[in-house]
């Protein structure tokens, strides 16, 4: 069974920082998956932030996070990471691990949509102006 458990998030001042956590249990990272970060912010649809391949450690970004947000995987650990750098308000929202195998394509393909196999529940961040 695949479990995904979030953890990092909390409240921060614009400017600062916040590093995501997500450990994945279930499979290996050796087995190709795209591991990804969506968020979703009060009243609105759920959006990709980013992506990175399990196995290539290729990355791929929203083009509003590009130069702030680094994504990351430890596969010894099983954890993907979120680094958040000057967090800005309009990045408050709910963010959520997922993963899904790495069928083919770039990893943009993975962020623009919303059907990854495996979501975490999902851990709030709050930037305050």
């Known amino acids: 069974e695949v479990q995904l458990v979030e953890s990092g998030g909390g409240s921060v001042q614009a400017g600062g920082s916040l590093r995501l956590s997500c450990v994945a249990s279930?499979?290996?990272?050796?087995?190709?998956?795209?591991l990804g970060w969506f968020r979703q912010a009060p009243g609105k649809e759920r959006e990709g932030v980013s992506c990175?391949?399990?196995?290539?450690?290729?990355?791929y970004y929203k083009d509003s996070v590009k130069g702030r947000f680094t994504v990351s995987s430890d596969n010894a650990k099983n954890t993907i990471y979120l680094q958040m750098n000057s967090l800005r308000p309009e990045d408050t929202a709910v963010y959520y691990c997922?993963?899904?195998?790495?069928?083919?394509?770039?990893?943009?393909?993975?962020?623009?949509?919303?059907?990854?196999?495996?979501w975490g529940k999902g851990i709030p961040v709050t930037v305050s102006s």
């Open positions: 997922a993963v899904n195998k790495w069928v083919s394509g770039s990893g943009v393909a993975y962020i623009e949509g919303d059907d990854m196999e495996y």
């Open positions: 279930g499979f290996s990272f050796d087995d190709n998956y795209a």
């Open positions: 990175i391949s399990s196995t290539d450690g290729s990355t």
